[in-house]
């Protein structure tokens, strides 16, 4: 392409721009267009095909000074002489011509740098540059006209003889203009790694602005992951560690004392601690989203001593913003390490940094709601690991991070009641004074707020008192929010329970006394304001994590108690009832809380023996809330409270045998209405929704398990249980159901509700139908059973044969699921009506127990069919037996059906 120089005549300081042509590009170009266009014009337009000599003639015809002409100065000298008889005349006159040399101004120059023969891409110390042969014009336009890359190239071969000088300013320069074109992606293309290593030098320089720029710029530079891997080749990680370590040990001075540049003594101002803290800190947090740049830093300081030293409430830092944002901005370092990394996960643990994070969480000071979101966001992920939990386990600590969990999410909740309450768009509003503030809250936190009080806290306690106003209101902290949703009043009930009990065990272990320290053991009088949004976010960080951790934490000796599980409970309403703020995640992390804690049998007493039975009525409520814009995750909150409750109903969990129909907690979940919570739940999922699988799942385990207590079932449940039964297509679903209601069966009150409840749908499919099928058989056996009972009782001897002839007038049943077909003469009924009366035997003992009944498959194969027919066996013992089997693998539940038919037909009153 054709290039335009600028032409400096030095005499005059005029400037002209010079068009230079490319006759090659030139001819191209009318080839392709139209050739007869007279593109050039004078002979005067210089060409690169030119020599030296003719640039020069070009260039000074420009400027109207032609080297080929001379002009006369002054007067013509005539001088005459004679010499040997010959008179000669001399005229002489002064003539001026025009001499041209073409010198080149470099574009990069600089007359402080050093001269650097050993690196000549390196040299620009000369400002300019004499052209004297036609070689060197060649050589100097071969490349033009410069492209931006070779700019850049030429730029920052200028900016690395800067920064390699010796020279402080020049050095300062040179980092700038790396830092200049580090903010600006498409400049990056060029940079090497000759470029970057004295940048990475002066990281540690002495002059505290050149490190502080440097720092800047490999900020900058590091977004860039081919850059990255550069400066991670330069040990960039280590070096940036090592500065932020060092600046932890300086003694900082007050900007007005000290205003030099130099690190003199170790001595810094904090102005200039801070900018260089910052940029530290920024370098490493982009570092440290790439693999290969974690690795120094897990094996410089696995345990992250000293990020978690900068995310520490500090001393020597007056400007509290910048404190904020140095313990938010190292935190967020230590979460995207922890959160991206297993090894890092693993070695921090190892450490034993969970007590670390532990103490970060409980910190105070500026930016503590920043920090201890990002500790709850790391723990919310080091729960998802489950290498890393195993390991915290065996160190003992999962208790710890519960309890620590539990405990913060208490104190957002409370905030966020006292946001509602005051009405403020912070949770500590800035217009109230520390003392305000501080004995608001612990009067909010004793539930002793009251408008009366608020009066003698300050000289003008507006907002205090209309604080004070609607807590007393609302008559309860539980029921702060202006416009909570409705509770059932069981639920009303139980809130009011938790929330007393939840404030009695605080007020007994002294919280509510305790002064709140900062790190540095001096008392501080408040809180910081805490944005609302900022706390849902904390709060839905911590729930997670304890919800992680709770799994965890169930270890001898357990060191989960009573007063943990009233709080979970109390603040899983809390949810509920503030309506203002989306707090279903919250909620949701709560409820699978409380049924993780319910798998363990110590645990899940501490739920059913809270005051009032109000943890269970708590999940009891959950399980009914409703879906609503503001409050997402609805599903997963129901799905969570049913497999609470179902755990709940399963215990003692691991037993065998006849255990099995035995829970401790099954009449008190009865008592408060679990078994037909589980079925309206059941019956108002959608076989869409994913969650809903899992309430009706959990639902059917939980009644399943609640029939064995169950007794006499309303009417009303049992035609819900019936219709959920009946119309549900989820296979493993109904098996559980089908053990619940042959357990549900043996009550004469409950067939009598069901006597025709299981007809064949004709629009069922074929299993279904199977199943229904069955069923009816047991009610109509289990009816005839009862009459056969009664009459042996009396001892009449005609009993038997009306036995015999009620059920001959029965219908063959249906072939069972695996196709048996029906089999006549091999009725046990039939074969006692021909047995000898025996008036002291009972009816067990005549009877002899074959392979089919009634058409119906037991599904016993031989040796166990000839054990069972023995004398005294007793079939009471074989639906027991077959009972467990169903429960514990429900995959078989489908070959037991005719042997539970067959119990009932035969022992009406079954004692389980």
Same mark, same amino acid.
């Given at each position: ?51 030296? @000599? ?30 040997? +008889? ?12 025009? @001499? ?73 320069? +040179? ?78 001075? *007050? ?158 909740? &409370? ?62 902290? *539980? ?39 900062? @790190? ?59 309506? @203002? ?73 691991? *037993? ?99 006597? +025709?409840?299981?007809?064949? &749908? ?96 037991? +599904? ?53």
């Amino acid at each position: 392409m054709s290039f335009v120089a600028d032409v400096l005549l030095e005499e005059t300081h005029e400037v002209l721009q010079v068009p230079i042509i490319k006759p090659k590009n030139l001819k191209k170009l009318l080839t392709e267009n139209a050739p007869r266009i007279p593109i050039l014009g004078s002979s005067n337009v210089p060409t690169t095909d030119n020599d030296l @000599e003719q640039l020069l003639h070009h260039v000074g015809t420009l400027f109207g000074k032609d080297p080929t002409k001379w002009e006369k100065v002054g007067e013509t000298k005539t001088d005459i002489t004679e010499q040997d +008889g010959k008179r000669i005349i001399r005229r002489t006159g002064m003539f001026t011509g025009t @001499e041209l040399h073409l010198w080149v101004h470099p574009q990069y120059n600089d007359p402080r740098l050093p001269l650097r023969p050993d690196q000549p891409q390196l040299e620009f110390s000369v400002q300019k540059k004499e052209i004297t042969s036609t070689e060197e014009w060649q050589q100097l336009i071969a490349d033009q006209p410069w492209i931006s890359s070779r700019r850049r190239q030429l730029l920052l071969n200028f900016l690395q003889a800067k920064l390699e000088s010796e020279d402080a300013e020049l050095q300062q320069e +040179g980092a700038r203009g790396m830092w200049e074109l580090s903010i600006n992606k498409p400049h990056q293309a060029e940079i090497e790694l000759c470029h970057l290593k004295p940048l990475v030098q002066h990281l540690q320089s002495n002059n505290i602005e050149v490190s502080k720029t440097s720092a800047t710029a490999v900020w900058g530079l590091a977004v860039n992951e081919r850059l990255r891997s550069l400066l991670l080749e330069l040990d960039v990680v280590t070096v940036l560690m090592q500065i932020a370590r060092q600046l932890l040990k300086m003694q900082c001075v *007050a900007d007005p004392d000290f205003q030099g540049t130099y690190l003199a003594g170790s001595i810094i101002s904090q102005t200039q601690r801070n900018q260089l803290q910052a940029a530290v800190l920024g370098s490493l947090s982009v570092m440290l989203v790439d693999a290969a740049c974690r690795r120094p830093l897990v094996a410089l300081e696995p345990g992250c001593d000293t990020l978690f030293q900068l995310s520490s409430n500090l001393d020597g830092y007056a400007d509290r913003p910048w404190a904020a944002a140095r313990r938010e901005t190292a935190a967020k370092a230590i979460t995207s390490l922890i959160q991206r990394d297993h090894d890092a996960r693993m070695q921090l643990i190892v450490t034993g940094g969970i007590v670390k994070v532990l103490d970060l969480l409980d910190s105070k000071g500026p930016g503590h709601a920043r920090v201890q979101y990002c500790m709850a966001s790391m723990l919310a992920t080091l729960v998802l690991d489950d290498g890393v939990m195993d390991l915290i386990k065996q160190r003992h600590e999962g208790h710890l991070v519960f309890k620590a969990m539990l405990k913060l999410l208490s104190h957002v909740m &409370n905030a966020l009641k006292f946001s509602l309450a005051v009405g403020e768009e912070q949770i500590l509003s800035e217009g109230m004074t520390q003392a305000e503030v501080k004995a608001a809250m612990e009067k909010l936190r004793s539930g002793s707020l009251t408008l009366s009080d608020a009066g003698h806290l300050s000289a003008e306690p507006s907002v205090l008192q209309a604080a004070a106003r609607r807590l007393s209101q609302q008559g309860a902290v *539980a029921a702060a929010a202006p416009a909570a949703r409705r509770l059932s009043t069981d639920a009303q009930q139980a809130a009011a329970l938790l929330a007393e009990a939840s404030t009695a065990s605080k007020m007994s272990a002294g919280e509510t006394a305790k002064p709140q320290q900062s @790190e540095g053991g001096q008392e501080e009088d408040a809180p910081e304001p805490l944005d609302v949004k900022t706390a849902v976010s904390l709060a839905e960080a911590c729930a997670q994590a304890m919800w992680g951790s709770a799994a965890y934490s169930l270890e001898e000796p357990l060191h989960i108690t009573q007063d943990h599980i009233i709080e979970l409970g109390k603040l899983s309403l809390d949810c509920v009832l503030i309506s @203002e703020f989306d707090l279903g995640r919250v909620c949701h992390c709560l409820g699978a809380t409380l049924a993780s804690l319910a798998s363990n049998e110590q645990t899940a007493g501490f739920i059913m023996h809270a005051p009032g039975d109000s943890v269970a009525k708590a999940m009891l409520a959950l399980l009914e809330v409703e879906d609503e814009p503001g409050f997402s995750n609805s599903g997963h909150v129901r799905a969570a409270a049913s497999t609470c409750l179902a755990f709940l109903a399963c215990h003692p969990l691991g *037993a065998r045998g006849d255990a099995c129909l035995e829970g401790p907690f099954r009449e008190k979940l009865l008592g408060v209405g679990t078994f037909g919570a589980l079925l309206t739940a059941a019956l108002a999922c959608s076989p869409e929704d994913p969650c809903d699988a899992i309430i009706q799942q959990t639902a059917a385990v939980g009644l399943m398990y609640l029939a064995t207590s169950a007794g006499a079932v309303d009417p009303a449940e049992l035609a819900m249980y019936a219709a959920l039964m009946t119309s549900n297509t989820n296979i493993q679903m109904v098996e559980y159901l089908m053990a619940g209601m042959w357990i549900l069966l043996k009550n004469p009150s409950n067939r009598q509700v069901l006597g +025709g409840a299981f007809q064949t &749908n004709p629009a069922a499919n074929k299993l279904t139908k199977n199943m229904m099928s069955k069923l009816q058989d047991t009610i109509y056996v289990a009816d005839v059973s009862e009459t056969a009972e009664k009459l042996n009782k009396l001892k009449l001897p005609s009993a038997k044969r009306k036995l015999t002839s009620a059920v001959s007038t029965k219908p063959a049943a249906s072939s069972g699921p695996d196709g048996a077909a029906a089999v006549e003469g091999a009725n046990p009924l039939n074969q006692a009506a021909a047995a000898p009366a025996a008036p002291d035997t009972s009816l067990d003992d005549e009877l002899e127990v074959s392979s089919t009944v009634n058409g119906l498959d037991t +599904g016993i194969d031989g040796s166990r069919a000839s054990c069972i027919g023995q004398p005294r066996w007793g079939l009471v013992r074989l639906y027991q037996f077959r009972l467990m089997c169903c429960m514990r693998h429900p995959s078989s539940c489908f070959s037991t059906w005719n042997a539970v038919a067959l119990a009932v037909a035969v022992q009406g009153k079954l004692q389980i």
